[in-house]
């Protein structure tokens, strides 16, 4: 399958009560990887786009707990953006793929799941570095 098919908004369990909704995700049951990871991402001002990178092994799942925002996936000749805007719900995204975020709203929550601990070296952040890697495109350089 296209890595780009890969790409996917997972529902949640909503476990809703007058007393405030709640939701869950559990590694292997949820989502398809071992969580070793979390981090999130707040305070962002307003035009601003994060994560213009790919990943060579890192897994991830990414949820708007709070707001919204945009993640545009790109596998070097087609992108899918993907807009969230509810924490009952994330996208997965599988390694080997460009993803930028943005469009974040005031006061979004970014929370990303990730099956990897922090590598940088596991980060492709030339956007034509990675269009090499991963298309085998021919390139025009001598
Ligand atoms: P980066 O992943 O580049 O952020 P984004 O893709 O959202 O723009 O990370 C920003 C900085 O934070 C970078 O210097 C690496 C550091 N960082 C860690 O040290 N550990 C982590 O787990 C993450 C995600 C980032």
């Given amino acids: 399958m ?9 529902s ?10 709640l939701s869950i ?6 989502i398809p990887f071992a969580i070793e990871r979390s ?14 990178h790919a990943f060579r092994e890192q897994q ?4 708007a707990l ?3 925002f945009d993640v545009k996936v790109d596998d070097g000749r087609q992108s899918k ?3 969230l805007n509810r924490s009952y719900y994330g996208l997965f995204v599988p ?11 005031t006061n979004s929550v970014a929370l990303v799941l990730s099956s990897t601990q922090f590598d940088e070296d596991d980060y492709i952040r030339d956007y034509n570095e990675f269009v090499k890697t991963y298309t085998h495109a021919p390139t025009n350089s001598l």
């Fill in 2 to 10: 296209e890595k780009l098919e890969q790409v996917r908004i997972i």
């Fill in 66 to 68: 709070s707001g919204s």
């Fill in 60 to 63: 991830e799942f990414i949820i």
């Fill in 25 to 30: 995700v559990e590694e292997m049951e949820h």
């Fill in 12 to 21: 949640l369990p909503r476990i809703e009560d007058p007393r405030g909704n």
């Fill in 39 to 52: 981090y999130w991402i707040y305070d962002v001002p307003g035009g601003v786009a994060r994560g213009g």
């Fill in 95 to 105: 390694p080997g793929l460009w993803r930028q975020m943005d469009n974040f709203s």
């Fill in 81 to 83: 953006v993907f807009s």
